[in-house]
């Protein structure tokens, strides 16, 4: 099976690179990936696909669509990213975007070209195999609450099995699969707090209750939730980036407002953090004769990939590439969308190397000089095929390690 598969991406490879260019030279912002579906279904219609979903909550963007096989079966998903962002390209490419102010400069173009790739080689097989696979072209990865929750609300994952991805990585070289049991990427969650004292004179401060004091020290203290109430062996991340208050040098104001994200690997440290967050901020305005109020705008959960799947997938991406070109990585506390399937269903997301500092693939993920070595989309094409293909034919193996 592999041998068919990898011949075809093979074929496929001038392809994938001019689908890919088609997306770079227009890219679309999170929830305005209007153009980008057209030409997505587009392209699914011309390699055989009908009964394209198009569209999420009152969005016209991304896309859903199932590939059945010769018989009933399992049903696997593969989700790709299709939004862009707000950065003008630096890049002197024949493919530059035409967008003005927006760039896919995180690979999510390279992200559908592998998809509609793997999706062109599943279809010329599909009398091979018993069960379904379900496309997921998703919209707004990059702007919160992003597409995977809505869509998932709308029930992309129902009768879904389990669940693969790719991301394209910068730091990790070319055509080298990177991968991390278990948590992968981190939760990524907003909050603010307002510190309300009461104002006054500078030179007076006591007859007031100064709110900046009382921030600067919550600040201090929040660092002790990571440092001294979760395990040394687990991971949280709490930054405070922005605060603002006060008018000027000589006047006390009467609030002080705080800004920052919060970061974990895991659920609990997760709960952990926001229970601490409100705790400290509370308890220690109040020891400075202020109030505090908290709040959380929840963000994307961890990337949690399933042990045995990843484990399964890591084999099938040693076939494709060979065992030296895949490589166990730490986890990131970057944050992604995939962790609201992987909630849901098991799966796996892997990172798909693409840096290639001979061809000046140098810059990081987000960068206005960001660019994909396009010799990868052959290789995250038939990686998604073939693992679809060995997830339907044996889904007990991606089930023990
Ligand atoms: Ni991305």
Same mark, same amino acid.
């Not at 009964?51 to 049903?75: H, N, Q, W």
């Not at 091979?128 to 919209?139: D, H, K, M, S, Y």
């Not at 991805?165 to 080298?176: D, N, R």
């Not at 799966?347 to 190397?353: I, W």
């Given at each position: 099976?592999?041998?068919?598969?990898?011949?075809?991406?093979?074929?496929?490879?001038?392809?994938?690179?001019? %689908?890919?260019?088609w997306? #770079?030279?227009?890219?679309?912002?999170?929830?305005?990936?209007?153009?980008?579906?057209?030409?997505?279904c587009?392209?699914?219609?011309?390699?055989?696909?009908?009964?394209?979903?198009?569209?999420? =909550?009152?969005?016209?963007?991304?896309?859903?669509?199932?590939?059945?096989?010769?018989?009933?079966?399992?049903? @696997?998903?593969?989700?790709?990213?299709?939004d862009?962002?707000?950065?003008?390209?630096?890049?002197?490419?024949?493919?530059?975007?035409?967008?003005?102010?927006? *760039?896919?400069a995180?690979?999510?173009?390279? #992200?559908?070209? *592998?998809?509609?790739?793997?999706?062109?080689?599943? @279809?010329?097989?599909?009398?091979?195999?018993?069960?379904?696979?379900?496309?997921?072209?998703?919209?707004?990865?990059?702007?919160?609450?992003?597409?995977?929750?809505? *869509?998932?609300?709308?029930?992309?994952?129902?009768?879904?099995?389990?669940?693969?991805?790719?991301?394209? %990585?910068?730091?990790?070289? =070319?055509?080298?699969?990177?991968?991390?049991?278990?948590?992968? *990427?981190?939760?990524?969650?907003?909050?603010?707090?307002?510190?309300?004292g009461?104002?006054?004179?500078?030179?007076?401060? #006591?007859?007031?209750?100064?709110?900046i004091?009382?921030?600067c020290?919550?600040?201090?203290?929040?660092?002790?939730?990571?440092?001294?109430?979760?395990?040394p062996?687990?991971?949280?991340?709490?930054?405070?980036?922005l605060?603002? =208050?006060?008018?000027?040098?000589?006047?006390?104001?009467?609030?002080?407002?705080?800004?920052?994200?919060?970061?974990?690997?895991?659920?609990?440290?997760?709960?952990?953090?926001?229970?601490?967050?409100?705790?400290?901020?509370?308890c220690?305005?109040?020891a400075?004769?202020?109030?505090?109020s908290?709040?959380?705008? +929840?963000?994307?959960?961890?990337?949690?990939?399933?042990?045995?799947?990843?484990?399964?997938?890591?084999?099938?991406?040693?076939?494709?590439?060979?065992?030296?070109k895949?490589?166990?990585?730490?986890?990131?506390?970057?944050?992604?969308?995939?962790?609201?399937?992987?909630?849901?269903?098991?799966?796996?997301?892997?990172?798909?190397?693409i840096? +290639?500092?001979?061809?000046?693939?140098?810059?990081?993920? #987000?960068?206005?000089?960001?660019?994909?070595?396009?010799?990868?989309?052959?290789?995250?094409?038939?990686?998604?095929?073939?693992?679809?293909?060995?997830?339907?034919?044996? =889904?007990?193996?991606?089930?023990?390690?």
């Amino acid at each position: 099976m592999i041998n068919a598969i990898m011949k075809d991406a093979k074929k496929l490879a001038p392809k994938l690179a001019e %689908w890919r260019r088609w997306f #770079h030279r227009k890219p679309e912002l999170s929830f305005a990936e209007t153009e980008t579906t057209k030409e997505i279904c587009r392209i699914l219609s011309g390699l055989g696909f009908d009964g394209m979903k198009v569209g999420v =909550s009152d969005v016209a963007t991304g896309v859903v669509v199932d590939l059945r096989g010769a018989s009933p079966g399992r049903v @696997i998903a593969l989700r790709a990213d299709i939004d862009a962002l707000p950065i003008t390209e630096e890049n002197d490419i024949e493919y530059r975007s035409q967008n003005d102010g927006v *760039m896919h400069a995180c690979g999510h173009d390279a #992200h559908i070209a *592998m998809l509609l790739g793997a999706a062109a080689i599943l @279809i010329g097989q599909k009398n091979e195999f018993a069960g379904t696979v379900r496309l997921i072209f998703q919209p707004s990865e990059e702007a919160y609450d992003g597409g995977a929750k809505p *869509m998932i609300a709308e029930g992309v994952l129902d009768g879904v099995d389990a669940i693969a991805g790719i991301h394209v %990585w910068q730091p990790v070289e =070319s055509g080298v699969f990177a991968y991390t049991a278990g948590a992968a *990427m981190a939760s990524c969650d907003r909050f603010k707090i307002t510190v309300r004292g009461c104002g006054g004179h500078g030179a007076y401060p #006591h007859q007031t209750t100064d709110p900046i004091v009382a921030a600067c020290s919550v600040v201090c203290q929040l660092q002790t939730i990571a440092s001294r109430e979760i395990d040394p062996l687990e991971t949280g991340v709490i930054t405070v980036g922005l605060i603002t =208050s006060g008018t000027a040098n000589n006047i006390i104001p009467d609030i002080a407002v705080m800004e920052g994200t919060i970061r974990s690997l895991s659920p609990e440290v997760r709960s952990h953090i926001f229970e601490g967050v409100a705790r400290v901020a509370e308890c220690v305005a109040k020891a400075h004769r202020c109030s505090a109020s908290l709040e959380i705008f +929840n963000g994307y959960p961890p990337t949690v990939n399933d042990i045995p799947f990843v484990k399964r997938a890591v084999a099938i991406a040693k076939e494709i590439v060979g065992p030296s070109k895949v490589i166990e990585v730490t986890p990131t506390m970057g944050a992604e969308d995939m962790g609201f399937y992987l909630e849901k269903i098991p799966g796996c997301y892997l990172f798909l190397g693409i840096g +290639n500092e001979d061809a000046g693939l140098v810059h990081p993920h #987000h960068s206005s000089k960001f660019n994909v070595d396009e010799s990868v989309l052959e290789t995250g094409s038939t990686y998604l095929a073939y693992l679809a293909r060995s997830y339907l034919e044996d =889904s007990a193996s991606f089930n023990f390690i």
